[in-house]
């Protein structure tokens, strides 16, 4: 059985790390992006078989904002499957498929770091393929999609407000243990205590782990090092995240607490002068 055409939206590290995966195990990949270099395959995405689609979904002053989405998905062929790896709200997936009834739109949500992207592409922790419909057609598709990843040791499709919310929940797990380990932090400081003595034996806990215990560092956008949940992610999802859980009409306690842990962040991230810009672009001045 032939291989798939696939095709590639944005060429960032993201869709650039999983596009080369694809081309290192024999596929045939079509790349477009703005730039120079891709610019030119804009038409030849419609002849793709499934498109991967990895653009920015930027959270502003005003909320989560999806316009790129709409845009590139009408150069998904009719009949064609898109796949969505970009981040995006829980809802987000079933309004786009509405609006693009001949497509068939599915969310696959990633989970690389941006300085191990090639290695976390190639090498995925979980393949989850979220599907807008539950009918025969869109099953099929989403276990095409499944089979042609990489292998990993937790793969599964699944209603597709699930597959959005386990990627919001995974980064705000992490963004709380940034928080987590910038209380213990100051605190052993009060102490007079050795937090790198401390961090170990936390991070001894197999159920814990070392990743997100370093309270001073840099975010990986700059060689400049500070304090908080920083980058490219973390500001925006959590920002988003909270938005739609007030939405939602969430419980009291929880909107407490996310108010609370996004507080703690945006002054941890404010008084070390860490991705200012980043913040100014989600909360405005």
Same mark, same amino acid.
């Given at each position: 059985?032939? +291989? ?8 960032? $590290? ?7 995966? $694809? ?18 395959? @804009? ?62 739109? $599915? ?59 386990? @990627? ?8 709380? +243990? ?5 209380? $213990? ?78 507080? +703690? ?21």
């Amino acid at each position: 059985m032939s +291989k798939p055409l696939i095709g590639f939206i944005g060429q960032g $590290f993201i869709g650039r790390s999983y596009a080369d995966d $694809f081309v290192n195990r024999g596929y045939e990949v079509i790349r477009y992006a703005r730039s120079m270099e891709f610019s030119g395959n @804009k038409t030849r995405i419609a002849d793709c078989d499934i498109v991967f689609i990895a653009v920015p979904t930027p959270t502003t002053p005003a909320g989560f904002n999806y316009d790129t989405l709409k845009e590139v998905l009408a150069l998904v062929g009719p009949g064609r499957s898109a796949v969505i790896k970009s981040t995006i709200v829980p809802g987000t997936c079933a309004a786009l498929q509405s609006l693009y009834s001949d497509r068939f739109i $599915f969310h696959s949500p990633e989970f690389l770091t941006e300085k191990n992207a090639a290695y976390d592409a190639a090498n995925p922790t979980r393949n989850i393929v979220g599907y807008p419909l539950d009918n025969d057609e869109y099953r099929r598709r989403a276990e095409e999609i499944l089979s042609i990843l990489p292998p990993a040791p937790l793969s599964f499709i699944c209603p597709v407000k699930e597959a959005e919310i386990i @990627k919001y929940a995974a980064n705000t797990f992490l963004l709380l +243990k940034v928080i987590y380990a910038n209380i $213990f932090y100051d605190l052993a400081a009060k102490e007079g205590s050795d937090w790198e003595r401390i961090a170990a034996g936390i991070a001894a806990d197999p159920r814990i782990g070392q990743s997100h215990l370093n309270p001073v560092h840099a975010s990986g956008l700059s060689e400049k090092t500070g304090r908080g949940a920083g980058g490219n992610c973390f500001i925006k999802d959590f920002a988003a995240l909270h938005r739609y859980a007030e939405e939602s009409g969430l419980d009291v306690l929880s909107l407490e607490l996310f108010r609370a842990v996004e507080k +703690k962040n945006l002054s941890l991230l404010r008084e070390s002068g860490k991705d200012l810009d980043l913040l100014r672009a989600v909360y405005g001045e």
